[in-house]
Each structure stands twice: as C-alpha cells, then as structure tokens.
C-alpha cells in the first residue's frame, strides 16, 4: 500500500526558510510525478513544483520559481521541498502526491496517491 508521510511544516518569519520532506513507500516510483500541493484557506489546491523521479527533471509554479527547490533522494526514497525567501502568501497547507509519468503534472485531480499535509505558516 502507498504511503507518502510529509513532515518539515512550520512556523517562520517572513524571509526565512523551511524544508519539507516527503517520504514514499508502497512501491516503486521510478515511473512517477512527485509533486508538491498547497491549499490555502479558502482556495483551491495548487501546484507548486513537481520532479520526475527517473530523471530529475524539474517544473514549477511561477509563484515560487527562483524560491524552491524540489528534489529527490534514491536511497531514501524521499522527496524533500527547500522552501527559500519564503512569504506570508506562502502560508498553506503543503501536500505531497504522486502519478504516473502518462499525463500532466499541473492538476491536482491528476494525482493517485496524497499525503496527510503539513502546515506552513509565515508570518510577516
């Protein structure tokens, strides 16, 4: 069975920064999109960055383009989400997912597998 445990959220001041971890077990996911979500209050899910686990290829949202940094550890089987120069609209609940490489990685209700979250707060 999938499991992707998210950990690293929490509260910083604006301008500081936070690293998410995402780990992942189930099976392999050398064929799969790991994706990083937030959700605001009262928003709608978003995407924030995305790497392809075979290659390491990486996208972002404009949003946070030049701010995070997405990767992946093999060995540990982790993704993690370096989260630099961070802002209050930053603040959301941060969601790890994963799909197949087979179709976009932009949407949300593209994904198979989601993990619990993980508050971010940044307080200006």
């Known amino acids: 069975q999938v499991q992707l445990v998210e950990s690293g959220g929490g509260l910083v001041q604006a301008g500081g920064s936070l690293r998410l971890s995402c780990a992942a077990s189930?099976?392999?996911?050398?064929?799969?999109?790991m994706g990083w979500f937030r959700q605001a209050p009262g928003k709608e899910r978003e995407f924030v960055a995305v790497?392809?686990?075979?290659?390491?290829?990486?996208y972002y949202a404009d949003s946070v383009k030049g701010r995070f940094t997405i990767s992946r550890d093999n060995a540990k089987n982790t993704v993690y989400l370096q989260m630099n120069s961070l802002k209050p609209e930053d603040t959301a609940v941060y969601y790890c997912?994963?799909?197949?490489?087979?179709?976009?990685?932009?949407?949300?209700?593209?994904?198979?597998?989601w993990g619990q979250g993980t508050q971010v707060t940044v307080s200006s």
């Open positions: 189930g099976r392999s996911f050398s064929d799969y999109y």
């Open positions: 997912a994963a799909r197949s490489l087979y179709g976009p990685f932009q949407y949300a209700t593209a994904y198979n597998y």
């Open positions: 790497i392809k686990w075979n290659t390491g290829t990486t």
